[in-house]
């Protein structure tokens, strides 16, 4: 089965800092998707970077890009410059076919 | 870009009582749609996959005859908690997936149910 770990319940970075989130992943699958989504205050799922496993460059959107390392499994999301508008929960996904799955989640506090 | 809706944005209940929510994609057709209950300050966890024309398919532990699923169209799900007790509160979420070639997965604005 699939899963989705997310290792870091939550952080904190100070404003115009940067930050990373940790994401692992589970699949026997060689073809899937894996994207980041932030959860504010308001409980709008907002996708943040999305990533194709069959392209190995790095997605990239303005502050956000992400690490992707399709041997180990891993798809960490890179904040530079955060805002105050980036405190929010984020929830690593995995995709394949329609069905997405979440991991836990990390939150993620900015301190001004 | 696409757009979910859900209604009610929020609802109480009386403990016995059922509730409908809708969720509807605005500017495409979706001939499957997904539904999710989230705790607080937990994730979101998938409960059924709603498919237009066909039964729903739910994931294991979740109950069939509490969470009914209609498909009507392929604009329109929507989810009857049945006998609501005050355990079946929580925020509900559903989404549709794009038509793009991204697998992108669009999202309502969540439904938040208290059952007194």
């Known amino acids: 089965a699939q899963t989705v770990t997310q290792s870091q319940p939550e952080m904190s970075v100070q404003e115009a800092e940067t930050v990373t989130l940790s994401c692992t992943y589970d699949t026997s699958e060689s073809d899937y998707y894996l994207f980041w989504y932030k959860q504010p205050p308001s409980r709008q799922m907002i996708l943040v970077i999305r990533?194709?496993?069959?392209?190995?460059q790095n997605a990239t959107e303005n502050r956000f890009s992400v690490n992707f390392q399709k041997a180990a499994k891993s798809f960490s999301l890179k904040i530079s410059d955060s805002q105050l508008g980036d405190a929010a929960m984020y929830f690593c996904a995995y995709t394949r076919d329609d069905k997405i799955i979440f991991g836990k989640g990390t939150r993620l506090h900015i301190l001004p | 870009g696409a757009v979910v809706s859900q209604h009610p944005s929020w609802v109480i209940c009386k403990s016995g009582t059922s509730v409908k929510i809708e969720c509807r994609s605005l500017?495409?057709?979706?001939?499957?749609m997904f539904w999710y209950r989230q705790f607080p300050k937990q994730s979101l966890m998938l409960m059924a996959t709603s498919n237009e024309g066909s039964k729903a398919t739910y994931e294991q532990g979740v109950e069939k005859d509490k969470f009914l699923i209609n498909h009507a169209s392929l604009t329109l799900s929507t989810l009857t908690v049945t006998s609501a007790h005050p355990e079946d509160s929580s925020f509900y979420i559903c989404?549709?997936?794009?038509?793009?070639?991204?697998?992108?997965?669009?999202f309502g604005p969540g439904t938040r149910l208290t059952v007194l």
């Open positions: 500017d495409f057709q979706a001939t499957t």
């Open positions: 989404s549709a997936p794009g038509t793009g070639s991204y697998n992108e997965q669009f």
């Open positions: 990533q194709e496993a069959y392209k190995q």
